[in-house]
């Protein structure tokens, strides 16, 4: 995957712990992860957000989840709802493959820091 020069410099910047100018739009998906990652719940509201967007199923080959809509109503609150929501709406200004790809190099540079 061919990552454009901002979406590279801006991840690699966080890596480096350096000041970093993201775009906005994408300061949300980043905030999903980071919630996600904090929460009890940690894989399913990132999990889910993967499968809804169809990033999951294009990367994987497969859903995360298998939850039907009563669990995922027992499991996102109104602050899950809120994140959800603002980093959905990244795709009003940025197509799929700017969004799987910013996503894609965002969690190797996590897992890249979770080695550290």
């Not at 889910?48 to 294009?58: A, K």
Request: proline content about 1%.
């Amino acid at each position: 995957m061919t990552l454009s020069k901002e979406t590279k410099a801006t991840l690699d910047a966080i890596v480096e712990g350096k000041p970093f100018k993201l775009n906005n739009s994408f300061i949300a998906i980043e905030r999903l992860y980071q919630w996600a990652n904090n929460a009890d719940e940690s894989c399913t509201l990132w999990n889910f957000y993967l499968d809804l967007i169809g990033y999951s199923q294009e990367i994987y080959g497969c859903s995360l989840l298998h939850l039907d809509v009563y669990s995922v109503s027992q499991v996102l609150g109104y602050q899950e709802l809120c994140h959800l929501g603002d980093a959905l709406k990244v795709f009003e200004d940025n197509g799929y493959d700017r969004v799987y790809e910013w996503i894609t190099y965002y969690l190797q540079v996590m897992d890249e820091q979770s080695e550290r």
